[in-house]
């Protein structure tokens, strides 16, 4: 796993030298730790900032569209899925083109999914994430249970009782599921213990294809609902983006335009704790992975897809879109960095953010491949993130006088 010391050498804030940590994962960089989330509690901006026009942009301008989005191309991915089925069904000589179609379609719908991972708020980030994880369990994979369902669905019941999606765990189904299903053309279950899908690698090929793009159709129509889920406790009447942009208000839970403010930097972090260090680190053998200490492709995000790079640049973009903004007369944190005189700060995250987006779309392989053949360039990517997050860890948030996220007080690991 991955940590980092973060000092803080602001000069226009001398009275702060060592900061905290913010340790994450492990083997391969420096760590030492220590304040805790209320680090800053004590600081303020000293400006007069409009900070509930910030949250009204990032709220109404980036969150909500991309949800939005989200929601428009699951709709499309069910549709697309339901066609292929229907042509796998019939044995229709069309079935390629519509899986190819149906596979677009998740590529579609995971590429803007991957910006809305950086907009890991309520109501995504309740319930220990529940939510977030019924549209996307990442990293959490179980393809054997995925191979259980499958088979559960064909025969209708699970344990005696009615098969019914919702209760099932996230990693039986989601994104995740539906990636090995539409991408994996091994049609042999993936169970190695024990306890095996009963007769299922004695179907027929035809029988194994329906089987699983049945399946595909209820996880699509599962990823569907819960998008309409996520809007409706997003966008409806006393939904969190109300509540973000109602801060500092009479009866708000947010005392101060600060507090949700805070809130909204929180997410900033899944670009340290995930893309840094889960979808590059781990990969490249900075941290552990199952290969060990070494590069290894197959700890890649996306392994049947291939899609890994791709997460990777949508991560990124929309970070970029929470530092810079969205639309007309956008206002994003780097106008507030300037407001409160840290134009460096300002100007270092936009020159960090098009410096790793222009390296990644470089790439002439997949992450995996890329792996594979040149390590030093994922190595290098992994250096270029790094660069945003040491920023975003010091500079960044002693300039806002924000508090580190829950996720990263006191992680030590």
Known sequence: METMNIFTNKKKLSSVALVTVLA????????????????????NTNTDFNQAQLITSLVDQVITPTFEQFSTLAQAQTQAINTYCQLEKNDNSSVNDSKLA?????????NIWQQA????????????GELRNNIYSWPTKNT?????DVTFYKEGSVNGKPYDISLRTASRKSLVALEYLLFN??????????TQPESWNNQTEQYRRVARCEFAEEVAKDIENNSQVLLKQWSGINGYASKLKAAGTQGSEFETEHQAVNKLSDALFYLDIFTKSKKI???????????GSQPCPEAVEATYSHH?????????????????????????????????????TADNLDADIEQVLTSAQAYQMTLAQTLATNPDQVQQTHTEVKNITDKLKSDFITSLAL??????????D
């Not at 991972?117 to 220990?128: N, R, T, W």
């Not at 053309?185 to 024990?194: I, P």
């Not at 490249?284 to 290969?291: A, D, K, Q, R, S």
């Not at 791709?310 to 879109?321: C, G, H, M, R, S």
């Open 24 to 43: 994450l994962s492990a083997c391969g960089e420096d760590t030492s730790s220590s304040s805790g989330e209320d680090y800053n509690q004590e600081k």
């Open 102 to 110: 149906a596979q677009n379609s998740w590529r579609e719908a995971m």
């Open 117 to 128: 991972e950086m907009m890991q708020l309520e109501p995504l980030s309740k319930a220990d």
């Open 144 to 148: 054997c249970g995925v191979d259980f």
């Open 185 to 194: 053309d091994n049609l042999e279950h993936s169970c190695t213990g024990a």
């Open 281 to 291: 680190a781990e990969p490249v053998g900075l941290e552990l992975n199952p290969c």
């Open 308 to 344: 890994s790079l791709e997460n990777i640049i949508n991560n990124i973009q929309a970070f970029k879109l929470f530092i810079q903004g969205s639309g007309d007369n956008a206002i994003g944190f780097r106008d507030y960095l300037i407001d409160v005189g840290d134009n460096t």
């Open 403 to 412: 508090e580190l996220p829950k996720t990263a007080a006191g992680d030590n």
